[in-house]
């Protein structure tokens, strides 16, 4: 889920900090490399969590709503797909890994990601058969499963992220630097993929690139970028909400026009490249429990509450989007707070905790 999208600087001060993503590269040799700050370093190191078998792919989002990136790491033994999630505890150590089977590890593609905006991840699997380009989509909370059509060729790379800033993870397919993407709609019963829409349809990028999409600016939407490990870059085309489906990056330079470069980290080779939101937290040390705050659900319907919890909390402040107050709780010092959303209209809200003189920040969404 993302975090801040915009925010009036007199409300948070510190809030630029949680809206632009960062980059993960992962390989099984090397692990997790995590660049939060997108300046070509290394700021969290992490050994591939699965000790016993190979992993063919990861994921790196929050799974289950509770703030905090988690790893799933992919396993294709057994002619199964085995989608194996490490929790983050909040100091990023992973915990209490849990499996899903789900799909066939011969010609079925694998997604993951937050599909319905429920806070809970969910998995998804392309089948390519003489039926077509099937999606097959299981929903870990309560949606029903998705069995639709949609696609480029067999050989598509599948990505997923937020490009319309709506709190739910969309479905973009890559073959050769031609992007075909499908906005999930956000105002269905279930709020699942239908592949209705053509929201993206362009050029950008090469056979030889890794796709990604990462909000590297912090607007809110996620923007399409292009990993080439010979050149230890990935340069990226920003998204926005103006931006036409057909907005063509064609360039003479055989990769396309783009907007941002940045640098990767030196002598790495991943396989895998995944956006990720650090909360705050550059990585380099483990994050004090003492010090952080997380909000969960991140998406409540109305009359619903959320919950804020963490040590020494003294004041929770909501805001709309606008920079209007419309909620302030004194805490006291409790390790958790409920919240009552009845009321509220739905939409965009941001939730500012106040810990030892520290603010924090976390969107909160209703409808």
């Known amino acids: 889920m993302k975090k801040i999208i915009f925010l009036v600087m007199s409300v948070c001060l510190s809030i630029s900090a949680w809206s632009q993503e960062g980059l993960v590269y992962w390989s099984q040799a090397d692990g997790y490399k995590f660049d939060f700050n997108l300046d070509g370093e290394v700021e969290l190191s992490l050994p591939t969590q699965t000790t016993d078998k190979p992993i063919s792919q990861v994921f790196v989002f929050d799974a289950n709503g509770d703030g905090y990136f988690d790893l799933c790491e992919v396993d294709l033994n057994d002619n199964l797909v085995n989608w194996i999630f490490y929790y983050n505890d909040g100091n990023n150590n992973f ?26 991840g ?10 077509g380009l099937w999606w097959l989509i299981t929903f870990q909370a309560m949606a029903p499963d998705v069995n639709l059509q949609f696609g480029l060729t067999d050989t598509d790379i599948l990505v997923a992220g937020d490009m319309n800033g709506d709190g739910q993870d969309d479905i973009l397919c890559y073959d050769k630097g031609t992007w075909l993407g499908s906005f999930t709609p956000s105002d269905t019963e279930y709020k699942t993929p239908d592949f209705v829409s053509k929201d993206i349809q362009m050029t950008f990028g090469t056979s030889y690139d890794i796709p990604v999409l990462c909000d590297v600016d912090g607007d809110g939407y996620d923007d399409m970028g292009l990993c080439s490990v010979d050149d230890e870059e990935v340069s990226f085309n920003l998204h926005s909400a103006t931006k036409t489906a057909n907005n063509g990056y064609s360039g003479d330079n055989g990769r396309g026009s783009f907007d941002m470069t940045v640098l990767m980290p030196s002598g790495i080779t991943p396989t895998c490249v995944c956006a990720v939101t650090s909360n705050g937290s550059t990585g380099i040390e483990a994050v004090q ?47 958790s707070a409920t919240v009552s959303v009845d009321g509220w209209a739905s939409g965009t809200y941001i939730v500012c905790c106040e810990n030892e003189g520290v603010v924090s920040s976390s969107k909160l969404i209703v409808r």
Do not use: C, H, W
């Not at 998804?124 to 039926?131: H, L, S, T």
């Not at 909000?295 to 003294?314: C, E, L, S």
């Not at 989007?321 to 709780?329: C, T």
């Open 122 to 131: 969910d998995v998804a699997i392309r089948r390519d058969n003489e039926f």
């Open 289 to 335: 429990a003492s010090n952080r705050v997380s909000v969960y659900p991140t998406v409540v319907q109305p009359g619903a509450a959320f919950t804020v919890k963490g040590n020494n909390v003294t004041n929770v402040k909501v805001y709309s989007v606008l920079g209007q107050l419309v909620e302030e709780i004194d805490v006291n010092g409790a390790s």
């Open 95 to 120: 915990v209490d890994p849990q499996t899903v089977i789900y799909g066939m590890s011969e010609g079925d593609k694998k997604l993951a990601g937050d599909f319905n905006g429920d806070g809970i």
